[in-house]
Each structure stands twice: as structure tokens, then as C-alpha cells.
């Protein structure tokens, strides 16, 4: 954001106005006659209880501020900024977001599975600024939480306040998935995607994981299935938002790429094993080339115009300057 002005050369007027007023002071105070000190004979002179020269300097400086600021405003002072507006549409991606209590396993550089995935949702969708980005979480269930909308900031919003067994202890893979081809259905954008991140199997709900996929795959939208997590001993800290217990410690992590592969390919889709975090990263990097669109934008230039402050205060110092000047001062000049 940058400010400009529609009309500079009531800056130039304003500033010459300014330097004419200077330059005649001095010639008047040239000019001026000798003052001469009132007292009693042989005694001190007179003198106010404040330095009238000092603060007539300053009333002058507000005055001649004030008459700036007029010129100023009237020059058309705006904001100035560029805003990206988009002319092609981007693609529809619905993320499907396992938030089971496993998921706050600490095998991401200490940092916690579901913690990571939030992250990097954030991030790849901010990469992605033409697209529209949706929320689906699941775990004994699944829920819609924000339909694919252009409207980042409310999916960063709900994101934020994801829980960790929200939607208790289980993991239905298929009815988040249901869910995704149900709602990925109605989207017109030239791609569109259903991801899901999960580090579990499916051991709840009433849809078939695989069946599911094959409903995604039935809509025209890719599936993507990105397994999150390594097995073996891991730490854990967790807390449910149910009883506000907080469990922490170690646990078993073990699931089955196999199954997470039958579900993949089922919905003609592609599993991403990532154990690690770098892994994690790179696979939504993967994710993020091979579901591009072509996107095309105009800057548009926008302006805000913000004279009336300026006129505001220019009008008060001139007025608060001629006040003082006539109803305090006046008993001095």
C-alpha cells in the first residue's frame, strides 16, 4: 500500500502559500517599532508569566500547519494498493482430516501429527490463492466442517480451533470420505480433489472405505490418501476435550499401508507413506504439482480516499490558534 495524490499541485500551491507567509512575518517584524518595557520608575520591567515570543512562534507553526493541511486535502489524498483478481477459476480440493487421538502422536521433529497437518494445510493452501479449499473432520463420525470456499481465512479460522477428539476415539475412514464425494459433487472447478490424512484404519462408521473411494472416484475428483505417522513406541500427549483429562506417555503406533493402498486404488487415487516430516512436507508438495490449474490474474488498482481527517485537523489547529491568540493572549499583544 502506497498513498498518492489526485491533484499534487495543491501541495506546491499549499507549500508557496506557506513560504509567502514566512517571508512576510519577517518583513513585518523588520519593520516593526521598538517596544518599549512598562514598570515603575527605576524598577523592573514588566513580564508576563510565560514567554509570549516562544508560544506566539509556536501558535504561527499550528496556523500555518493548519493552512497546509487544507491544501493538502484538497489535493486528493488516497491509499493506493493492488488486489489480484483472479480470472480463471482454480481447483476444488476438500480435505479429509483424521482427528482421532492417535494423531497426537509427537513423531514429527517433536511436534505432534495433527499439529503438522494443520500447518501444512495452511500452507498449501495459501500457495494456492484461486482455489477453493474445504474442511471435513472425522473420527467415530464425520463432519462437513467448511464447504470448499475461496475464503481462506474462515478455513484457517476453523482449522485453528480444531480439536483432537472431537468427534471421538475412532477413525471412519469411510464416512469422511462419503462425505467428500458427496459434497465434491456439486463443484463446477476444472479439478478437483479429495485428500485424506490419516494415521489409522477404518474402525468405525457404516461406509466401506474402499466403496467410498469408489464414490470419489465416481464425481471426476482425484483422491489422495496421505498415511501420517511411524510405527513402534511413540510419545503422546493428549487431552480430551470431553473430560479435560490429559493423557501423555507412549503408545503402540502401528496401521496398514496395505488397506490405505486397496482404499487409494479404489478410488483411482495415490497413497503417500510419510513417517517422517520432511516426507510429510513432500508429499504435499506433490500434492501441490500435480494438482495444478492454469491461472490466470489482472492486478486491479484500488484507492481510498482519507481527506476528511486531514481537514479535521487542519480546521482545529487554525481555530485553537485564533482562540488562544484572541482569548488568552489578547491582554499581551
Sequence with gaps: ??????????????????????????????????????????????????????????????????????????????????????????????FVLDISPSMAALDMEGRSRFDVSKRLVETFVRQRPSDA????????????????????????????????GELGDGTALGMGLALGAFHIASSQAPRRAVVLITDGENNAGSVNPETAAAMVRGQGASLWII??????????????????????????????????????????????????NDEFVSAFSELNAAEMTIRRSVPIRKTEAFHSGIIILSVSLILISRIIKRFILGAYL
Design 133 to 164: 479449499a474445504g474442511l471435513i473432520a472425522l473420527g467415530d463420525d464425520a463432519a462437513l466442517l467448511i464447504p470448499p470456499t475461496p475464503d481462506h481465512e474462515i478455513l484457517f479460522n476453523r482449522l485453528s480451533q480444531l480439536q483432537l
Design 1 to 94: 500500500m502506497r498513498i498518492g495524490f489526485e491533484r499534487f499541485y495543491f501541495i506546491i500551491i499549499g507549500l508557496a502559500a506557506v513560504v509567502i507567509s514566512i517571508v512576510i512575518g519577517r518583513i513585518r517584524k523588520k519593520n516593526a517599532a521598538l517596544s518599549v518595557p512598562l514598570g515603575p520608575p527605576g524598577g523592573s520591567s514588566f513580564r508576563p508569566p510565560f514567554s509570549i515570543e516562544f508560544l506566539m512562534k509556536i501558535l504561527k507553526t499550528a496556523e500555518l500547519a493548519g493552512v497546509f493541511g487544507l491544501f493538502l486535502a484538497a489535493s486528493g489524498p488516497v491509499f493506493i494498493s493492488t488486489e489480484l483478481v483472479w480470472q480463471s477459476r482454480g481447483a476444488d480440493v476438500l
Design 227 to 276: 498415511g501420517v505417522g511411524s510405527s513402534g513406541e511413540i510419545p503422546i500427549d493428549y487431552v480430551d476435550p470431553k473430560t479435560r483429562t490429559r493423557w501423555s506417555g507412549t503408545f503402540h503406533s502401528q496401521y496398514s499401508l496395505e488397506s490405505l493402498n486397496a482404499v487409494a486404488e479404489a478410488g483411482g487415487g495415490r497413497l503417500i507413506a510419510a513417517s517422517t
